[in-house]
């Protein structure tokens, strides 16, 4: 077997499982890697069915990062919001829709069990024998920990599917009313029950609580735009979703996620903390 042709051929299925265990592109990255050696370590002969293996090793190392990464949750400052992701393809195919904020979120509340069973069954497709051989659990355990999980997810899966072109134009018009503080093309953009989500991971100003409403959402980003605006903001899709790549004026970046429903802005999921756009590049 050419261990590295079947390393390549599933890195993007290991990375989706990764990411969606732990929303960090970082972790994920180390976790994959470790994957990598330990596959070089066992002996690329010893092994029957690679993707099989390396999904099952890749899951098990999620399931041990992610019992310290919940304690370092536990005493995080403000709202948590998972690394973004600009290249939602290097994440499994049809990544689009399970990469999405609200998803991910949905996801942190599950048992890490419950997730793993989930995504490996569903997101990518492994048979119940495969999952309960990854987890150290029986197949019928284990299609009872997706079940449980796939009620938990259901109400959180984006309602409205958002043409592209349309996304753009609406991410483009928030950036400049934002920009610009023109309130009332704000306030036209915005769902009266918008809920805006900000991380800055206490290194950089964010809101600790999320806020909720028209007026709040609407003054908490003229406040912010007028005390730092940005120097430049590029359209880009964030986790599957329309959204902004944006250059403070200091040179730190910050992405910017829109949930969207029937032409106007439902959801806003604002990045700010470095340690999770380091992966990040300003293009140019």
């Known amino acids: 077997m050419d261990a590295l042709a079947e390393f390549q051929r599933h890195r993007r299925r290991l990375a989706g ?3 969606r265990m732990l929303g960090s592109a970082a972790d994920a990255e180390d976790i994959v890697q470790e994957a990598w ?5 066992a002996g690329p002969d010893t092994v029957d069915n690679p993707g099989a293996w390396l999904s099952r090793t890749v899951t098990r190392l999620s399931l041990d990062a992610l019992k310290s990464a919940r304690a370092r949750r536990e005493t995080y400052i403000g709202p948590w919001l998972p690394e ?9 195919e049809d990544a689009a829709l399970d990469l999405s ?3 991910m979120l949905a996801l942190e509340r599950l048992s890490p069990l419950e997730r793993a069973a989930f995504l490996l069954h569903d997101v990518f497709g492994a048979g119940f024998e495969e999952v309960g051989t990854a987890i150290s659990r ?3 355990a284990c299609r009872q920990l997706a079940t449980r999980a796939r ?3 259901r109400a959180a899966r984006p309602r409205y599917r958002v043409p592209p072109e349309e996304g753009e134009r609406i991410a483009h018009a928030f950036a400049a009313a934002s920009a610009s503080g023109d309130a009332s093309a704000l306030a036209a953009l915005l769902a009266e029950e918008v809920v805006l989500m900000s991380d800055g991971g206490g290194k950089r100003a964010a809101a600790l609580n999320p806020i909720l409403g028209r007026g709040k959402v609407e003054r908490f980003l003229l406040a912010l735009a007028a005390k730092a605006p940005p120097r430049a903001a590029r359209f880009r899709m964030v986790n599957g979703m329309p959204g902004l790549l944006s250059l403070a004026a200091d040179g730190g970046l910050q992405t910017t996620a829109l949930e ?25």
């Open 37 to 41: 050696l330990r596959l070089q370590r």
């Open 138 to 140: 029986s197949p019928a």
């Open 151 to 153: 009620e938990h997810l």
């Open 17 to 19: 499982i990764a990411y």
């Open 84 to 92: 973004p992701v600009l290249e939602e393809a290097e994440y499994g």
């Open 260 to 284: 969207i429903a029937e032409g106007r802005i439902i959801g806003i999921h604002i990045m700010r903390n470095p340690d999770k756009l380091a992966h990040l590049r300003w293009p140019g």
């Open 101 to 103: 904020v609200a998803v």
